[in-house]
């Protein structure tokens, strides 16, 4: 069986993280993705997905996302079921988050930390950084002889 979304999209509101009984990090928000097509003389339309995202993803969403922020989620759908308040019987679907990346500008992140995903198949871990290189350790290589492979 194959389950795998991908969206990419802005943030509704700021993510806010909360924290389990036993202690996980946790936080829900919603994306706004915009529709590709879009009929001639109307608005370009929307679709707004929620999203749930555990662990270190949820710390690295919360730190480094805030309300208008273009996110790039890989994740699974799933489906729950509840009873809302006045009874009747729900189904709610939601991506649950693997990966989270940056795809707007720095100016758009709204940090100035570079800092471009995390995986959540390393639970312990918490939002990665690095700081920039310069590139002069490389040169350019003329021709394909003298390629390693």
């Known amino acids: 069986m194959l389950n795998c979304a991908v969206i990419m999209g802005r943030l509704t509101a700021d993510p806010e993280l909360r924290t389990t009984n036993t202690g996980l990090s946790v936080t829900s928000f919603t994306v706004a993705v915009d529709r590709s097509y879009v009929r001639a003389g109307e608005e370009r339309q929307a679709d707004f997905i929620n999203v749930v995202a555990w662990r270190g993803t949820a ?3 919360t730190r480094y ?3 208008g922020s273009m996110i790039a989620i890989q994740g699974s759908i ?4 509840y009873e809302d308040k006045q009874g009747n019987k ?3 679907f939601e991506i649950v988050a693997d990966n989270v990346s940056f795809c707007g500008s720095k ?5 100035q930390n570079a800092v471009p995903s995390v ?3 390393n639970p312990s871990s918490s939002a990665p950084s690095f700081s920039t290189a310069d590139s002069g350790d ?3 290589i003329e021709g394909d002889e ?3 492979f």
């Open 78 to 81: 799933q489906t729950r079921n």
């Open 146 to 148: 003298e390629l390693p």
């Open 90 to 92: 729900r189904t709610a």
């Open 119 to 121: 995986t959540a198949t």
């Open 138 to 140: 490389f040169e350019m």
């Open 65 to 67: 996302f805030r309300k």
């Open 107 to 111: 100016g758009e992140s709204g940090t």
């Open 59 to 61: 710390d690295f969403v």
